[in-house]
């Protein structure tokens, strides 16, 4: 017999080799039939799959991001089926599920899969989803796999293999179609219901620009045809969002293949708005004692060397800058954090000297390839809104603590009041990708933990997500339509200390290491900018917007009353603009609509005699007419009671 701990704290034996769903089905018949997978001491396994030792169990659902899994695993391999059939000779990459759905890179050979192939490919999965086959799950051993897939020419696949472990392979067949995969899957093809291929593009195998060019094949599934429709109607709604195609309509950033690739430029109405997210900020780390530095755009690869930085991303960063000195090499700044380290070692420290908190909007450089380039979530030059604090081991607690709450106060400004946490920590097995000792990071997955609990805020532990010097928390945002987004993270650093020498004088005369915390409340401030426009659709909280107010007079007789107005408004800090076109007021107030401007001030002769104007609310309409005066007060309020608030 084995025992099984229930999330709940409690205990139940079982025959050894008991599987999952034989564990719902004892507890009941409903939950059965809505399990997709179930958890293991931490792993994620296919309801089917025997549980052989005691273990922490738990079930999951649709409703849980580990349910989901399992169900868009099994459909890239449903698809993946479907091409097999449809394609004979096409070879498979790989076929994960991601946050919204999945995807298949595939080789097809000398045909060419196009979008409108797509509605063909999903019937063909309906039609196989009718069959229900059984997933099976099977161990096989490196030689076998090696034979199984070479004798079909499954060249990607045996790549894959060639870098596996013996005894720890497994393939998964549904019908006539077997994978190299780790799982976890369903037990049958019978719970997806809906189908919907989304879209057909290019991907580099392993992602790398010197191997072949495969095709992508995005797809996502549902056990209910109603969440499909919902699902597409939010991928409508999120079209009309997406912040490439409002940005161009409010002119705030662009990019230009003559610049380059990944390069945005930041127009005047974005840099405005940029500069007012950096001065909000700046004022929130002036109340935590920030300092604030500005580092150069490059580093000699040196100090690359020493961070570590370059072992592990110098592959994958710009080529080095040679100078006319050989032997001479810098790189493009990657990131703040080793030249804060130099800042530190410019100055004897004392541990009365600590917390020193360093803080730089820094922009880096990191050399995305060009087919995961994104508006402005994914780019080769961004600014991080960095820090790092240099503090004593007994002072990190608090100091994430700080963090936390500076955090809290960016979300809550930006309306941003659905998110969650992850804690990341170092993968359990695989130790080789991290620097440091076991014991640093032990004591820094420690202090994350319980500056969690002791806040309140729930967080999911990620085992592997860690950055390779230190564990961290990320901060998931759901936006105005459900979507997540990875903004704020705060990162607990033991390792980089050591590799610069770090030092203070502690009370004891001693020399110590200090500890390092990274944090970034927005993340970067090309990321941050497009998730808050998606958010707000463009409608931008009233401090923050760039264009407060747009004044329409009624004919050109009064542009010169307008005028008077804006400079007004101007002197007493409102941003305004004139719509002096020659067009009819009505085309004018629905085109300022469009500009997502937050009011409108509407003036003609009444208004010019007796120093007035009429007052429009952008989705508001009309709210009345007033002394301009008066509305420059009501409105700097408005804007100062937001302030107020955080």
């Known amino acids: 017999m084995i025992k099984i701990k229930f999330p709940d704290g409690s205990v139940r034996e079982y025959n050894e080799g008991v599987n999952g769903l034989q564990i719902a089905e004892s507890i009941s018949s409903r939950l059965a039939?809505?399990?997709?997978?179930?958890?293991?001491?931490?792993?994620?396994?296919?309801?089917?799959?025997?549980?052989?030792?005691?273990?922490?169990?738990?079930?999951?659902?649709?409703?849980?991001?580990?349910?989901?899994?399992?169900?868009?695993?099994t459909s890239a391999h449903l698809l993946a089926e479907a091409l097999q059939e449809l394609y004979p000779g096409i070879q498979f990459g790989i076929g994960p599920a991601i946050e919204n759905g999945f995807y298949y890179d595939v080789d097809p050979g000398d045909a060419v899969i196009k979008e409108n192939d797509l509605p063909a490919i999903e019937a063909k999965m309906m039609e196989l989803v009718a069959k229900k086959e059984a997933v099976v799950r099977k161990s096989i051993s490196?030689?076998?796999?090696?034979?199984?897939?070479?004798?079909?020419?499954?060249?990607?696949?045996?790549?894959?293999?060639?870098?596996?472990?013996?005894?720890?392979?497994?393939?998964?067949?549904?019908?006539?179609?077997?994978?190299?995969?780790?799982?976890?899957?369903?037990?049958?093809?019978?719970?997806?219901?809906?189908?919907?291929?989304?879209?057909?593009?290019?991907?580099?195998?392993?992602?790398?620009?010197?191997?072949?060019?495969?095709?992508?094949?995005?797809?996502?599934?549902?056990?209910?045809?109603?969440?499909?429709?919902?699902?597409?109607?939010?991928?409508?709604?999120?079209?009309?969002?997406?912040?490439?195609?409002?940005?161009?309509?409010?002119?705030?950033?662009?990019?230009?293949?003559?610049?380059?690739?990944?390069?945005?430029?930041?127009?005047?109405?974005?840099?405005?708005?940029?500069?007012?997210?950096?001065?909000?900020?700046r004022r929130i780390q002036t109340r935590y004692d920030y300092q604030e530095v500005i580092t150069p755009p490059i580093g000699n690869k040196l100090l690359y060397v020493t961070s570590g930085h370059y072992a592990k991303y110098g592959k994958d960063a710009f080529q080095p800058i040679h100078t006319p000195e050989e032997g001479e090499e810098?790189?493009?700044?990657?990131?703040?954090?080793?030249?804060?380290?130099?800042?530190?070692?410019?100055?004897?420290?004392?541990?009365?000297?600590?917390?020193?908190?360093?803080?730089?909007?820094?922009?880096?450089?990191?050399?995305?390839?060009?087919?995961?380039?994104?508006?402005?979530?994914?780019?080769?030059?961004?600014?991080?809104?960095?820090?790092?604090?240099?503090?004593?081991?007994?002072?990190?607690?608090?100091?994430?603590?700080?963090?936390?709450?500076?955090?809290?106060?960016?979300?809550?400004?930006?309306?941003?009041?659905?998110?969650?946490?992850?804690?990341?920590?170092?993968?359990?097995?695989?130790?080789?990708?991290?620097?440091?000792?076991?014991?640093?990071?032990?004591?820094?997955?420690?202090?994350?933990?319980?500056?969690?609990?002791?806040?309140?805020?729930?967080?999911?532990?990620?085992?592997?997500?860690?950055?390779?010097y230190g564990p961290k928390l990320d901060f998931m945002v759901k936006d105005a339509i459900g979507r997540r987004w990875q903004l704020g993270t705060i990162q607990v650093d033991y390792n980089l200390p050591e590799r610069f020498e770090l030092e203070y004088m502690g009370s004891d005369n001693l020399k110590h290491r200090p500890v390092m915390i990274h944090r970034a409340p927005f993340g970067s401030m090309e990321r941050f900018v497009a998730v808050l426009i998606e958010h707000t659709a463009g409608k931008f909280p009233l401090w923050l917007t760039p264009e407060q107010v747009a004044i329409l007079p009624i004919s050109e007789k009064f542009n010169e009353y307008a005028e008077q107005i804006k400079m007004y408004l101007k002197i007493h800090e409102i941003r305004a603009i004139v719509d002096d076109r020659n067009e009819k007021i009505g085309r004018k107030i629905r085109d300022n609509e469009m500009k997502r401007i937050p009011y409108m001030l509407i003036v003609g002769e009444k208004e010019a005699e007796n120093g007035e104007v009429a007052v429009r609310r952008q989705g508001e309409g009309d709210?009345?007419?007033?002394?301009?005066?008066?509305f420059a007060k009501i409105l700097n309020e408005e804007v100062q009671n937001m302030i107020n608030k955080w």
């Not at 610049?259 to 840099?271: A, N, R």
């Not at 994104?374 to 081991?393: E, K, Y």
């Not at 709210?623 to 008066?630: C, D, H, Q, R, S």
Request: proline share 4%; hydrophobic share 35%; charged share 30%.
């Open 623 to 630: 709210k009345g007419t007033m002394k301009y005066e008066e």
């Open 142 to 281: 490196k030689e076998d796999a090696l034979k199984m897939f070479g004798d079909r020419g499954e060249t990607y696949k045996c790549e894959l293999i060639s870098e596996l472990e013996d005894g720890h392979i497994s393939t998964y067949t549904q019908g006539t179609f077997t994978d190299l995969c780790r799982g976890p899957h369903l037990m049958t093809t019978a719970p997806i219901k809906a189908i919907k291929l989304t879209t057909v593009a290019g991907a580099y195998w392993r992602g790398h620009e010197d191997r072949k060019m495969l095709t992508r094949i995005y797809g996502i599934t549902f056990p209910k045809k109603k969440m499909l429709d919902e699902y597409l109607t939010l991928l409508e709604e999120a079209k009309k969002r997406d912040h490439r195609k409002i940005g161009k309509e409010m002119q705030l950033f662009m990019f230009s293949e003559t610049v380059g690739k990944g390069l945005p430029m930041w127009l005047p109405k974005g840099t405005a708005l940029r500069l007012r997210l950096q001065d909000f900020l």
């Open 33 to 73: 039939q809505e399990v997709l997978a179930c958890g293991v001491n931490g792993e994620i396994y296919d309801l089917g799959r025997p549980i052989n030792e005691d273990a922490n169990f738990v079930l999951y659902k649709w409703d849980d991001e580990e349910g989901k899994h399992a169900f868009w695993h």
């Open 330 to 468: 810098y790189f493009l700044k990657p990131m703040n954090c080793p030249h804060h380290c130099e800042i530190y070692k410019n100055f004897p420290r004392s541990y009365k000297d600590l917390p020193l908190r360093i803080a730089e909007f820094g922009t880096v450089c990191r050399y995305e390839q060009s087919g995961e380039l994104h508006g402005l979530t994914r780019v080769r030059s961004f600014t991080q809104d960095d820090a790092h604090i240099f503090c004593r081991p007994d002072q990190v607690k608090d100091e994430f603590l700080r963090v936390m709450d500076i955090i809290s106060i960016v979300f809550r400004s930006m309306n941003f009041a659905n998110f969650e946490a992850q804690i990341s920590l170092r993968d359990k097995v695989n130790r080789e990708k991290y620097i440091g000792s076991d014991e640093n990071w032990e004591r820094a997955e420690q202090a994350i933990i319980e500056a969690c609990e002791e806040k309140g805020l729930p967080a999911k532990i990620e085992y592997g997500e860690a950055a390779f």
